[in-house]
Structures are given as structure tokens and as C-alpha cells.
């Protein structure tokens, strides 16, 4: 069942969102970037005389309801982006819940109190499942960064709408942007990998192979690679136990005709700050007391030249420290190159918390074919893994 296609007139959707956003000490939303996705979903089904009733997490509440967690502080930029009041109920489950939502009229919107509030939310807890379940009549899941979770309100719900469950267009998108990459890319494609392990992207490095014509490796992990071809890295971040690993993914892409392309020069600091007095030296010869934080211009000049040459791109991983501004050029660089190259017709998903913020930093996300909003669900979902929230409704559906 797809969103376009169902008819909601008349009919209460309880809609799974990811509107876990950062707050800061006033509670005000620093990025509502997932909240303002989600728009598209709820007004298609107001739109159409459905109401709606939103239901999501946020933060890591320890044990039960915390003022600093409350969805209550969402309601007045939500009811703002919708042009139209939202309606709260303080429990997720509770009275208020049952009642607010027993009275919601064609058209209006109800957010529910936080999921996380209550340990079963987390448990897969098949009774809070059906509590929630009870308020609606339809089950949209909306939520992709969740998806990985087989959760109470992103999977057990499900089972209580056998035919009346699908995806919003978030997860719509998200699924059709992927399996673009994955499935029907144009070549070349290259993937670009950054961040700090070469363990935490193995995974995804092995499921890439079989794909890709270009792999580039930047972020922490390149100095395990340098180290493990010989080279010098100073104090530069390296997992040890890898090297060896790192090895057999050069050979991996030697017989499967990956081409790999790594750092030869790195912009260096004698600490980890954003006051680091810097240099810059060849990538398998950093000195003592020097740490490589960023792609070198050599580098960057090289990274730049492949994607701008490629058809499909994929991007999860910094190149360096963006976060200081000494260190970012790298990472701006790749952004740059992937804005240009999809100006030129190629198709580029970027995914992975710290990409989306560089990509959002240095204002280009608009620039991109799609910027994904589920940093886990999106590497699991890459690796080849079925994620809970995606089988739960495809799997009545497909």
C-alpha cells in the first residue's frame, strides 16, 4: 500500500515520526530538519479528512517522564511549519491520550507525549503495542531512523493493522533513494568513507565491493590503512588490531577491480583542538608529536577529480576534524565536489550523522539528490541487514 494511493478521509492515522531533534537550554529546537520532513506525510493525510496522531521518542530518558524530554516542547514550532494548532496529550498511553484521540475531528493533529517514557516502548512490549494501537485506525511508520529497532511503536504495532499499515513519505523516499544507489546505480559510482574506524565500516566496506568502481577512504580510519602499507602517523588515530584487516580490503578490492583511493598528504595538529598549531605532511610520514586531522590539498585536488567524474555517489563519513574550522576543508571539499557532480546529472545520497552535518553546515544539502535522515538504519540497511521496521510492513505488503 502506498501513501498516494490510500484513502484516509475519515479515518484516524497514528504516524510513527523520528521528532527526536536537539533542544537547547531554553528548549528551543536547534535543527528541525527531521521534524520539517515529516510535514509532507502529515498534511497528505489532513489534507485528504484524516486526522492524525503523532508518536515519537526523544532523547534517552533514564527511568520514566523528565521535563527536558517532553514533546511538549515541539508543539509551538509543529503547530507553526502545520499553520494549525496541535493538540498534546501528557501520557502516550494514558487517559488523556485515549480521550484526545477519541474526540480528534477530520483534519486535526494529536502528539502524544513521549514513547520513551515508558520502558516498554524499547522492550517491543506487545500490551503498550495495542495501547497505542487502539487510538487509530490507520498505522503509518514515518520514522527511518528508527527502522533498525524493532521497537513497540516502530514494529509490534504493526501486527494490530494487517491491512492497514504503510510507509510515509519519508521512509518512501529514503527506501527509493537507497535502492537507487544499491540496486539500479548509473556507473561509475563511488563511495566515499570517512569517519574514525575502519571496524565499524567493514560491514559496509564488504557489501560495497561487489558495487562500486571507486572506494575513497578519508576520516580517522586512513591513518589504519597508512600504518598498515609501512607508513609513519605520528600520534594520528589508528586501530592496531586492524591492519591486517585493512590489508585484505586492498586485496578484496584488487580481485573484485575496485579501484581505492587513498590520502597521500594530511593537514596535521600537535593536538586535538581547534587552537592545534598545524602542518602538513605527506600521509606516511607524519613526525612524533603530530596528528593527522584533515585531507591534505594533494588529496583533496584528487577526491574532487573522481567524483566530480562519477554518475553515483555515496557519502557517509567526514574526511577530517570539520568540526574545527582548521580542520574542515577536506570535508568541504568532498561536498563540494558531490554538489557539482549532481549538477552535472549524477545522483548523490549522503547518510550518516556527521555527513548530514557537514553537508548541512556548509549549506549544500540542497545541492544533493538526497540527504538521508537515518544515520543507523541507513549503514544496516546498506550492509545488507533487515531492519525490523521496514520488514514489519513490507512483509504483509511486498
Known sequence: ???????????????????????????????????????????????????????????????????????????????????????????????????????????????????RFYKEEEKGDAEFAKKLANLADVYVNDAFGTAHRAHASTTIISNY?????LFGYVIENELNSIDKVLHQASGPFTA??????????????????????????????????????????????????????????????????????????????????KDAKTGLFAMNDIPDGWMGLDTGPETNKTFSEVIRSSKTILWNGPMGVFEFPAFETGTRKIAEAIADATASGAFSLVGGGDSVAAIHQFELADQVSYVSTGGGALLEYIEGKILPGIEAIRGNNS
Not at 496522531?53 to 511538549?72: A, C, F, T, V
Not at 493493522?161 to 499499515?165: A, E, G, L, T
Not at 609501512?230 to 591492519?243: A, Q, R, Y
Open 1 to 115: 500500500m502506498k501513501i498516494d494511493t490510500f484513502s484516509f478521509s475519515g479515518r484516524k492515522a497514528i504516524i510513527r515520526v523520528d521528532f527526536n531533534v536537539p533542544l537547547n537550554s531554553q528548549f528551543e529546537i536547534t535543527d528541525d530538519s527531521r521534524i520539517r520532513a515529516a510535514i509532507p506525510t502529515i498534511e497528505k493525510i489532513t489534507s485528504q479528512g484524516g486526522a492524525v496522531i503523532l508518536m515519537s521518542h526523544l532523547g534517552r530518558p533514564k527511568s520514566g517522564p523528565e521535563d527536558k524530554y517532553s514533546l511538549k516542547h515541539l508543539i509551538p514550532h509543529l503547530s507553526s511549519l502545520l499553520q494549525q494548532p496541535v493538540q498534546f496529550a501528557d501520557d502516550c498511553i494514558g487517559e488523556s491520550a485515549i480521550q484526545l484521540s477519541k474526540n480528534l475531528q477530520p483534519g486535526e493533529v494529536l502528539l502524544l507525549e513521549n514513547l
Open 161 to 165: 493493522f494487517p491491512d492497514d499499515k
Open 192 to 273: 566515499i568513507l570517512g569517519g574514525a574506524k575502519v571496524s565499524t565500516k567493514i560491514t559496509i566496506i564488504e557489501s560495497l565491493m561487489d558495487k562500486v568502481d571507486n572506494l575513497i577512504i578519508g576520516g580517522g580510519m586512513m591513518f589504519t590503512f597508512a600504518k598498515a602499507l609501512g607508513g609513519k602517523i605520528g600520534s594520528s588515530l589508528v586501530e592496531d588490531d586492524k591492519l591486517e584487516l585493512a590489508l585484505e580490503i586492498l586485496q578484496m578490492a584488487e580481485q573484485k577491480n575496485v579501484k581505492i583511493y587513498l590520502p597521500t598528504d594530511t593537514i596535521v595538529g600537535d593536538s586535538f583542538s
